[in-house]
């Protein structure tokens, strides 16, 4: 038996209250996961060492149950790390305040870790006793903008199990202000091509409208840096699925996220498609740029994803 069939693949799904974490769950038990929603931390390293290692096994993780052990959770956490028998990932789900409040509001639901009744003071108080997960978790998903087929999409991507010929590749914006996404695999650096955020009529907007994606090609070199940063990933993919890689993440970084890395992830997306492969693009921090309409009058998606 190899070394991977021996490993179990384990996913700890955790996060903010109404950020998505049942959501996600959903998808992995339709994916064909066990799925177990918010155990005791006990109960937890009872099920990580338990024999079957033939399915994969999603624990949820939130603080219904009362006065939630963080820091507690996290040593559990890195005492799985170091269990040669468990590969874990530890997927942490977050939003902005103002979408857990339109969230908790619309369906007029009480926040867990409210005091009174007051939502901004539960998503606040939740927030700070999660921080010591959020800091080791694997991959953070940021659902503030995110419809939920495409946080589908992001968690499909991730851990469904095709066939040993496909590769999943994740192809994301960010800032280097805001560090880099945990998840990357390789990173691009393209703080060196012009910056449409010094022109007036080009701040506001983002990488996604054709202007901004004009004004970075038009960057005499453009094209010779796309060229070769292509021609050095387009043959290593092959390569990757022979070696048995299911999932890479391609990271482009700039300054602040919203135009030149964006420009570059979603035209690298694109191509990638072209070429047959499965792609899911994501804009980490484009909504923090002032103004994030497109030219068609909607709204810059935070992820999009191909077949």
Known sequence: MTEELRRRTVALITGLSGAGRSSVLRVLE????????????AVIETLLAAADRTT????????????????????????????????????????????LLRRYTETRRRHPMAEQGGVLEGVQRERALFAPLEAIADVVLDTSEMPLPDLRAQVEARFARPDDSTLWIGVVSFSFARGLPREADL????????????????????GLHPSVADYVAGDPDFAAFYGRMTGLLFPLLPRYVREGKKYLTIAIGCTGGRHRSVMV?????????????????AHRDIRTAPDTARADGGTAAQVTNGP
């Open 30 to 41: 339709d994916l064909g996961w066990e799925t177990i929603d918010t155990p005791p931390l």
């Open 56 to 99: 994969p096994l999603a624990i949820g993780l939130d603080s219904r149950r009362g006065r939630l052990d963080a820091a507690a959770a996290a040593a559990l956490v890195e005492r799985a790390r170091a269990d040669e028998g468990l590969d874990l990932t530890v997927v942490f789900l977050t939003a902005d305040e103002e979408t």
């Open 187 to 206: 990173v691009f650096d393209v703080r060196f091509l012009r910056n449409p955020y010094y022109q007036a009529q080009l701040k506001p907007l983002t």
């Open 265 to 281: 992830a979603d035209r690298l997306g694109s191509d990638l498609r072209e070429r047959g492969w499965r792609v899911s693009v």
